[in-house]
């Protein structure tokens, strides 16, 4: 069998106890299910650690993946600007939204991946300004599909043999790619070929909830005074996790070792896993940043001058709510015939 390309939750659990976008919009935090009581971190560890939590998701290289549906959806918002003289010289602003879908057909072992992002920024100073726009997008198909595919070696071009694939159409751009010959191949080595992807695919969009086991190690290896920033809340099988801190910066010129400027940094994190029906699991996150900038000298940055007193503030906050349901789901077969082929195999 293949390897998922998925962090092994429980090993790292077990270490700690011993896609359509129509108009980028500013983030705002998801409604969050209540959080429960608060708890200490190695009760907390016991209840994430439980190998029934996320059902066959804990460790999905050791069963079969149902057909199913993963969604993650994504807002961000960045703002700056730059005070000089009581009056705004410089800043920017930016939007960001990102829709991922992920479709698993294991009745018709097909696989539909949407992703489309759409992100817009702005920013100016004394002198210009620049604006600009993205908007990548994703739309495949992953299927078995059958060939008829001249004999090598028979020295008759017309001789010809039915061979599948398992391939990759790109209705985007119109091409397919071949990724297996799995002509000679039995059921469980072409049923591990869409397991294999839909677990990749779904690594893809990150609807994993990795974030709750990066900061449970996070906190793991942290100082005792970092720890004191973290907070962990338990209401049956809805598992959050807060974070809130600050900290401030002195930049020292390495020329005269006189202060240039100080930051001082906010930052405020809350990631909520709902694992009540753990194979049907969702997630959500939300954190915002918050930098305070102040000159302490004359310079110069970026060509443009800078004083002593002058102030440079930022606010970036990000959104991200994920679901996993399991459901029967029909991907429809795309049409190869109208499509141009990518030659050889990736």
Not at 108 to 119: G, L, Q, S, V
Not at 209 to 234: C, T
């Amino acid at each position: 069998m293949k390897k998922y390309k998925l962090i092994p939750l429980l090993a790292l659990a077990s270490l700690l106890a011993g896609c359509n976008v129509n108009n980028a919009s500013s983030s705002k935090e998801p409604s969050f299910a209540k959080m429960g009581k608060e708890v200490d971190f190695q009760e907390f560890v016991e209840v994430a650690g439980d190998s029934t939590l996320l059902d066959l998701w804990m460790e999905p290289s050791s069963y079969h993946i149902p057909s199913f549906v993963a969604t993650k959806k994504e807002n961000g918002s960045y703002s700056n600007k730059v005070t000089s003289k009581k009056k705004v010289v410089a800043g920017g602003e930016g939007k960001s939204a990102i829709n991922g879908k992920v479709e698993v057909d294991m009745k018709n072992y097909r696989i539909a991946c949407k992703y489309d992002e759409k992100t817009t920024s702005k920013f100016y100073d004394e002198y210009a300004t620049q604006e600009y726009l993205e908007n990548p997008k994703t739309d495949k198909v992953y299927q078995f599909s059958k060939f008829e595919e001249p004999v090598e070696g028979e020295g008759e071009e017309d001789v010809v043999e039915t061979r599948e694939y398992w391939i990759q159409a790109d209705k985007l751009s119109n091409s397919y790619f071949k990724l297996d010959n799995v002509t000679d191949k039995g059921l469980l080595y072409r049923r591990d070929n869409v397991e294999s992807d839909a677990v990749s695919q779904m690594n893809n969009i990150g609807v994993f909830p990795d974030s709750l086991f990066n900061y449970m190690s996070n906190y793991y290896g942290a100082s005792v005074e970092e720890q004191a920033n973290y907070h962990f809340y338990v209401n049956g099988k809805i598992l959050t996790i807060t974070y809130s801190a600050e900290h401030s910066e002195t930049q020292i010129d390495a020329g005269d070792h006189f202060a240039n400027y100080i930051t001082t940094i906010t930052n405020d994190y809350k990631f909520q896993l709902d694992a009540t029906d753990g194979k049907n699991f969702k997630s959500k996150t939300f954190n915002k940043e918050t930098s305070e900038k102040k000159y302490l000298r004359n310079m110069t940055v970026d060509y443009v001058a800078r004083y002593n007193g002058d102030v440079e503030k930022s606010v970036e906050t990000t959104a991200i709510e994920c679901a996993v349901q399991v459901k029967d789901v029909t991907v429809k077969e795309v049409d190869l015939s109208k499509m141009r082929l990518i030659d050889g195999l990736i």
